[in-house]
């Protein structure tokens, strides 16, 4: 895939110049509420999940803050438990699932030689939808009884004792498993039905084929998720009895559903990063991927097992022993595909001739702390094991090491490796590697402390805890507001670019990066592709 | 602290069961494989990382897949796997077999405390509530946090050692967990949904644990202390509860007097109504509804009041108390209501006789 190159780049200019008035973006904010050009539906993706991941950090570190020591300073639980909840919800939904989003839609008809996004009016509406859930959560905490505090999980029956606040939650989450559902139809048809003459699909950089996977797997499990909040609706105000026993329906039903959702969602998340690693680390390699078929493979294989482990979330409600057995079996055997690809990555580095720009850090970075994760991921699928750690800090810290120093710092790399293809400056390197290293240190700071905790029995979504476990607790919070800090000079150095401060970039920065995007111009123009490059 | 968490620990618990102490042996076992591989691996990528540098003029290769190595890159992981399956399976199948127990604790989970009940053994009928004992003045940071903070409760699940106990556990209103770590037990107690786990302890003491699963404001709070004693103990214990048991059986079909009410009453809402509607009656704003001044059941004709009480508020966190508490205890609480923070009996009904409650239960 990665010896790909355009044939021939046909001339961008236009034979009528009275369409090309046309074809040029809006002026003022009608570009922005009309858009359909898939760069700025992009960029409005990429800029609404950094406002969000401000606002579930700002959320983390209100958490942080009450647990820097034993007793109650700050919050009370009820506030608390609002915070740990919104936290993950904001974070999942309105952070990490719409930025990438927003780099498949910047990035998918770049590299594939596509003109636009497929469907581009669906494409504004899927994006216009994100602002109202982004409402819905926020002002739920200013309602009668405060936001959903009943944990993103969202379980059954105390769920159903939430106020008002549960219901924005449940309206948002329709909302936004909308707005997926049409961005994954989006990828899906584009990259299925539009890619330029020559570009099989073996031939696709890995981004596309993580986005193409992931997008089916949306496909799939939202309309569960939306089927299971659904359910609390309806036992929430309509009388009926989906998850209460009482009246003859079951509470454990509500986590297989979730769970039938929930972990699919976790591959969502890592997916797409695993497709921007595997750009970016063979560009600054300047190697070809090593395994491109097995990496491809490795990436179908976690997808179709992510449907057949559901209930390892479950070990401690309870299962029977065969049950239990099947799930610590299958969910053991995800980390075989998910070993390929960090070989993979490693033999890619391997015998190259590496330099060490910020995006290669932040792929490094990537690779070396989402394998930490994964080993967890490993000790937490065997079940008697996961008895000790469930619903502990043990679980907080495993997870946090694959959703931020995975998709996190994932994103990062990405960015910073086509933040010159979409502003037509380079940002500055000295600050990007401080970046790098400030958020990789603090990273570890705030979170192995937790892995300790929750070995040592400290229960998860406590707002209070016992006196031995404070030191650790204060590391952690010392490190969560140093990591918080650390994100100001991303924000900084994203103004600089957006404003073009910067040293203008030419159309291929980086001496080992291949693929169509970087036979475009820098910043890459409004309409690209409009004639299909031909791919040898 | 003995039997809770040490300061600053590192690892698991080895813990007073055999269970506890093969699953920190498993723990340590994957834990030590992954580290090999994680050194195997990231070795090879700082050794690149040195000498695969360009500034070193290292000129890239043009490999760019090996049949060979990916095969065995597949399958070596999958034989690791299988060495980890095997002990986790002995350990799995022994954790489930909940057969041939010396003794059956029924587990209640309510927000926010643990019920037990001996369902067979020398102590068959006991049942009481365990609270919290950590005073409030601590968790405020008013007091020194002592070294049981957040960890002890009022009354203990007492159990022989050495004795197969079989826990089975329910719940009352929303999903709790109960957790003992030095067990190696963790279980959720689901309402309307029987659970059941087990443990035996070979070394008599106190050991802690508290809730695993989010249940509410207070899910930090109501803690799990369990205390292992020698057979003999046990029995003499058990003997004494059973004892008390008979002498505290209150009578419905007695009148009581007001003063009586009140003094009962006061005890019983600390124990069962103070974590919402608060020790000063306020409850909490929009959350929780004021019992002073609350003229709407309080300060009304004794049949609401009751009927909230036994039968609870469907849809809000407002439980049935008809299991929980007999007709004393509700006349009781009721008339202390009707008396407390300002109320001073102004409504209707100010006394609730246990009869009353007999009849609309």
């Not at chain 1, 990665?2 to 780049?9: F, K, N, P, R």
């Not at chain 1, 046909?10 to 009608?30: F, M, N, S, V």
């Not at chain 1, 390929?340 to 990537?366: D, H, Q």
């Not at chain 2, 059941?297 to 049949?303: S, Y």
């Amino acid at each position: 895939m990665s010896s790909v190159t355009a044939g021939h780049v046909p001339p961008t200019t236009h034979d009528h110049d009275h369409d090309h008035a046309h074809h040029g973006p809006e002026k003022g904010w009608r570009r922005w509420v009309f858009a359909t050009n898939h760069k700025d539906i992009g960029t409005m993706y990429l800029v609404f999940s950094l406002a969000m991941l401000l606002e579930g950090g700002v959320l983390a570190l209100l958490l942080r803050t009450e647990l820097f020591a034993p007793g109650l300073q700050f919050f009370q639980p009820e506030l608390f438990n609002q915070f740990t909840t919104m936290h993950g919800l904001i974070m999942i939904f309105g952070s990490i699932m719409p930025a990438f989003v927003g780099f498949a839609n910047w990035m998918i008809p770049l590299q594939i030689g596509a003109s636009d996004m497929a469907f581009a009016r669906m494409n504004n509406f899927s994006f216009w939808l994100l602002p109202i859930g982004a409402i819905l959560f926020t002002t739920s905490f200013f309602v009668p009884g405060g936001a959903n505090a009943a944990g993103w999980t969202m379980y059954a029956p105390l769920s159903l004792q939430m106020g008002p606040g549960m219901d924005f939650t449940i309206f948002a989450v329709h909302i936004l498993g909308a707005s997926s559902i049409m961005g994954a139809i989006n990828i899906i048809v584009t990259i299925l039905n539009m890619r330029a003459p020559g570009m099989t699909l073996m031939k696709m950089p890995l981004f596309c084929w993580t986005w193409l996977i992931t997008a089916y797997l949306l496909l799939a499990i939202m309309p569960v998720l939306a089927a299971a909040v659904t359910m609390l609706l309806t036992d929430r105000h309509f009388g009926t009895a989906f998850f209460n026993a009482a009246a003859g329906g079951d509470p454990v039903l509500y986590q297989h559903i979730f769970w039938f959702f929930g972990h699919p969602e976790v591959y969502v998340m890592i997916l797409p990063a695993f497709g921007i690693i595997s750009s970016v680390v063979p560009a600054f390699s300047r190697k070809p991927l090593f395994g491109y078929a097995s990496m491809v493979y490795a990436t179908a294989a976690i997808a179709i097992l992510s449907f057949l482990v559901w209930a390892h979330h479950m070990f401690a409600t309870g299962m029977s022993t065969t049950s239990q057995l099947y799930f610590m079996y299958a969910t053991m055997l995800i980390s075989i595909p998910t070993g390929v690809k960090v070989f993979n990555w490693v033999a890619t580095m391997w015998r190259g001739s590496l330099t060490f720009e910020t995006p290669m850090l932040f792929a490094i970075g990537f690779i070396f702390v989402f394998t930490i994760g994964g080993f967890t991921g490993l000790i937490l699928s065997v079940a008697p094991v996961d008895i000790q750690v469930h619903d502990t800090y043990y679980v907080i810290a495993h997870f946090h090491y694959v959703m931020v120093a995975g998709s996190l710092f994932g994103m990062y790399s990405g960015a910073y490796y086509w933040l010159p293809k979409w502003t037509g400056v380079m940002y500055d390197e000295k600050l990007g590697r401080m970046h790098f290293w400030s958020s990789m240190i603090s990273f570890n700071i705030t979170f192995f402390p937790m892995h300790f905790l929750g070995l040592a029995g400290m229960p998860r979504r406590y707002a209070d805890y016992a006196a031995q476990f404070t030191d650790f607790n204060m590391v952690a919070t010392i490190g969560a507001f140093w990591f918080g800090l650390s994100q100001l000079i991303f924000i900084w150095l994203v103004i600089k670019a957006a404003r073009k401060i910067g040293e203008p970039a030419p159309a291929q920065p980086w001496e080992g990066a291949t693929g169509l995007e970087w036979t475009v111009p820098s910043p890459a123009p409004f309409h690209t592709f409009e004639t299909p490059p031909v791919v040898k | 602290m003995p039997g809770g968490p040490q300061v600053n620990q590192l690892n698991l618990h080895r813990g007073v069961t055999q269970i506890a102490s093969d699953i920190m042996d498993l723990h340590s076992f994957l834990l030590v494989i992954c580290t090999l591989i994680f050194i195997g691996v990231f070795g090879v990528m700082v050794y690149s990382i040195v000498k695969h540098r360009k500034s070193k003029g290292a000129v890239p290769a043009t490999f760019h897949e090996n049949v060979g190595v990916e095969i065995a890159w597949t399958v070596i992981p999958f034989l690791i796997i299988i060495s980890m399956a095997v002990p986790a399976t002995r350990a799995v199948v022994a954790m489930k077999d909940t057969s041939n127990a010396d003794l059956t604790v029924l587990v209640t989970g309510y927000q926010w405390k643990w019920g037990y009940e001996y369902l067979d053994g020398p102590a068959q009928g006991v049942k009481f509530l365990a609270n919290l004992s950590t005073p409030r003045d601590q968790i405020d940071g008013k007091a020194p946090k002592s070294d049981t903070y957040l960890i002890e409760t009022d009354r203990h699940l007492v159990v022989p050692v050495n004795k197969k106990v079989r826990v089975v556990l329910t719940a009352n209103d929303v999903i709790h967990s109960w957790m003992v770590p030095q067990f190696g037990v963790k279980q959720d107690a689901m309402p309307g949904v029987l659970r059941e786990t087990w443990f035996r302890a070979t070394k008599a003491g106190t050991y802690r644990g508290q809730c695993a699963e989010l249940c509410g404001k207070d899910h930090a709070f109501m803690p799990i202390v369990v205390e292992v004693m020698e057979q003999a103990d046990y029995e003499k214990w058990a003997t004494e509860q059973r004892q008390a048991l008979q002498a505290a059986a209150d009578d419905p079909t007695k009148t009581y007097e007001l003063e009586e009410l009140r003094a009962r009453g006061e005890k019983v809402y600390a124990a069962n109504c103070i974590a919402c509607h608060q020790a000063n009656g306020q409850g909490l704003p929009n959350t929780f509804p004021a019992l002073a001044g609350n003229e709407k059941v309080v300060l009304a004709p004794m049949k609401e009041q009751i009927e909230v009480i036994l039968n609870g508020r469907p849809g809000t966190a407002m439980a049935p108390f008809r299991d929980l508490l007999n007709d004393v205890e509700i006349a009781a609480v009721a008339t202390y209501t009707r008396h407390a923070w300002g109320n001073n009996g102004k409504g209707p009904d100010p006394i609730v006789q246990p009869s009353d409650v007999t009849a609309l239960r």
